[in-house]
């Protein structure tokens, strides 16, 4: 199992949690409102948009505020400008770690980011030191009681899907990045709700980890996860499960 899958279900986890304190809501609003902004206020030409209106509806977001989202984006509402930047690094144990922001104010975030890279003993990269590893890729999560394995990777390759992989709680979907909203309509229409589609960094390999320098990687990713400019946290740990449980425990 990889850290991506790992990760993914930590978060998972604690989505409930983070979505009452708004943090969910907040970053979604900002990623539509740069998707809106980039690609126009159309989703059906607007593939960027289209994922993230599907994340937004997962996550139980009013209606109005994706739609206010989109317009200040498009420039009929006023709205903060954001830039997205990406951050590149190494955490604990030589593990690529690959951060992607929006952001108002790059002089602020960057400092932010290197110093949190370096308390949980890290460091922060130069551009494309790690990108390299990793391969963007659409990322569909199914709750095994939706379907069997037989049945899933029946509709996912017929649908233009690359492979289903067991994550252990969990069936992910990797799909080429223009197949991802194929595949989940495809998915929809045989009854099978998926938990999230996404377009993610999906590691070509990982790296073992375990003890301290696992607990520290878990420490630093999480606090990544909350920092606020922060839309998402890839990286290419492997971790047994009996670690990603401590540290479940721990936050």
């Known amino acids: 199992m990889s850290g991506h899958s790992k990760w993914h279900t930590i978060k998972h986890k604690k989505g409930a949690a983070d979505a009452k304190r708004g943090r969910v809501f907040t970053k979604l609003i900002k990623e539509i409102t740069v998707a809106a902004r980039v690609g126009g206020g159309d989703s059906e030409g607007n593939?960027?948009?289209r994922t993230?209106?599907?994340a937004a509806k997962a996550a139980n977001m009013p209606k109005d505020n994706i739609?206010?989202?989109i317009k200040k984006g498009t420039g009929e509402l006023p709205?903060?400008?954001y830039e997205e930047v990406g951050y590149e690094g190494y955490g604990p144990?030589?593990?690529a770690v690959y951060v992607q922001a929006l952001t108002d104010n790059r002089n602020r975030t960057l400092p932010e980011i290197r110093h949190l890279f370096s308390k949980y003993g890290g460091n922060l990269g130069e551009s494309n030191c790690v990108a390299w590893m990793f391969e963007k890729k659409g990322y569909i999560v199914v709750a095994k009681d939706r379907a069997s394995e037989e049945v899933l990777l029946e509709v996912v390759l017929d649908a233009g899907g690359?492979?289903?992989r067991d994550d252990g709680e969990n069936w992910e979907v990797l799909t080429p990045q223009d197949r991802l909203h194929a595949v989940h309509e495809a998915l929809t229409a045989k009854g099978i709700a998926a938990t999230s589609a996404e377009i993610s960094m999906v590691p070509k390999n990982t790296v073992k980890i375990e003890g301290k320098k696992a607990q520290q990687l878990l420490s630093m990713m999480e606090a990544?996860?909350?920092h606020d400019d922060v839309q998402n946290v890839w990286a290419n740990f492997d971790i047994d499960e009996a670690e990603i449980t401590e540290q479940r425990a721990a936050s």
């Open 162 to 164: 690359d492979d289903v």
């Open 47 to 49: 593939p960027r948009l």
């Open 93 to 95: 144990g030589g593990v």
């Open 79 to 81: 709205g903060v400008s």
């Open 224 to 226: 990544l996860e909350e």
């Open 52 to 54: 993230v209106i599907l």
């Open 67 to 69: 739609e206010k989202a």
